[in-house]
């Protein structure tokens, strides 16, 4: 299965939690928050979000702004 | 005399917000907020993957600043993108503070006021305290005000472009008819002057970034917006003279010497 990250294509092998995904990538820390398909999704929702088939994430950490 | 800006149960001494981009370095960064005295930073959310997590000296920067962070919606062309990535903020700077932006113009980034006002209904709601970022604007400022603003933060001018107080009628008008309303001017500011202009008019505080950030001396230009700011204030609270068309001497007339002489000699 293929999803996006950030806008980039990743494959799957099959749905997948999105904690157990966040850990595979190497997130760790709480400086990051997430979005699936557009939808913020509480760090407490993590464990019962599963990323399926064609999902796109949003992964997004503290910048300099005006 | 006490003279504190107070909006959203806070209480500031500084009447200068500052953002944080576009500095030469984060050191300077933040060696330049310390410098102005600012009390309210700005800051964003950006996609970050995790080898950029390591080495973030931003963010360490920001949190040992002790300052209210408000962070931005920068980029969000969408009332719905605005409120998604509010709660992401909320969750990371854990604040309710946001300065909204909804942009409805990608050439002079011009807010999207439809976009905006909804966008602050439904986080008003979400009992985020929104400070949006607008435009002059009357009627679009009392819509904001009606949904629950407690400040509003119209543009002197367009983000990045240092033209200072563009429309002044109209941001006198907003100050005149919104007389009890928090207004700070956001965006547009390029000069010490123009930010005590503005704080002279009797808006509440500024907002600026980038003409702190691309001065020669960051640092040294923190300082002397801090400095404007201050002036500006102090000479609203003093009132300022009314403007006259004609000339008004200051020195006394009374007991001018030589006057009778030359009386005598416009008589010969």
């Known amino acids: 299965m293929q999803i996006f990250i950030n806008g980039e294509l990743h494959r799957l092998e099959f749905p997948t939690e999105l904690t157990v995904l966040l850990q595979q990538l190497g997130y760790c820390g709480e400086a990051f928050a997430v979005a699936v398909n557009g939808d913020f999704v509480a760090r407490s929702e993590y464990s019962s979000t599963q990323i399926n088939n064609g999902d796109s994430l949003d992964i997004v950490a503290p910048v300099v702004g005006g | ?268």
């Open chain 2, 1 to 268: 005399m006490s003279d504190l800006l107070n909006f959203y149960g806070k209480t500031f001494n500084s009447r200068l917000l500052v953002g944080t981009a576009l500095y030469p370095s984060p050191a300077i960064m933040r060696e330049s907020v310390k410098a102005s005295c600012s009390e309210i930073i700005t800051l964003s959310l950006r996609r970050q993957n995790p080898a950029q997590q390591q080495d973030n000296v931003f963010w360490d920067y920001v949190r040992e600043s002790g300052c209210q962070l408000l962070p931005n919606t920068a980029g969000c062309r969408s009332s719905r993108e605005a409120v998604e990535l509010a709660k992401m903020s909320q969750e990371i700077f854990q604040t309710d503070w946001l300065k909204l932006e909804v942009i409805g113009d990608d050439y002079n980034l011009q807010p999207d006021p439809f976009g905006l006002v909804d966008a602050a209904r439904e986080l008003v709601q979400l009992g985020f305290k929104v400070l949006p970022y607008c435009t002059d604007d009357l009627v679009l400022c009392r819509k904001l005000l009606d949904v629950g603003c407690e400040v509003l933060m119209p543009w002197g001018a367009p983000i990045g472009t240092g033209q200072g107080l563009l429309n002044k009628y109209s941001l006198q008008t907003l100050r005149e008819r919104l007389s009890d309303v928090p207004l700070i001017i956001d965006a547009g500011i390029g000069a010490p002057s123009q930010a005590a202009e503005a704080l002279e008019m009797g808006f509440d505080a500024v907002l600026l970034n980038t003409a702190i950030a691309k001065a020669q001396e960051p640092v040294l230009m923190a300082q002397a917006f801090k400095l404007a700011v201050e002036s500006g204030r102090a000479a609203f609270n003093a009132g300022l003279m009314l403007r006259r068309q004609t000339a008004s001497p200051s020195t006394p007339t009374l007991d001018m010497p030589f006057w009778q002489q030359a009386e005598s000699m416009l008589r010969e």
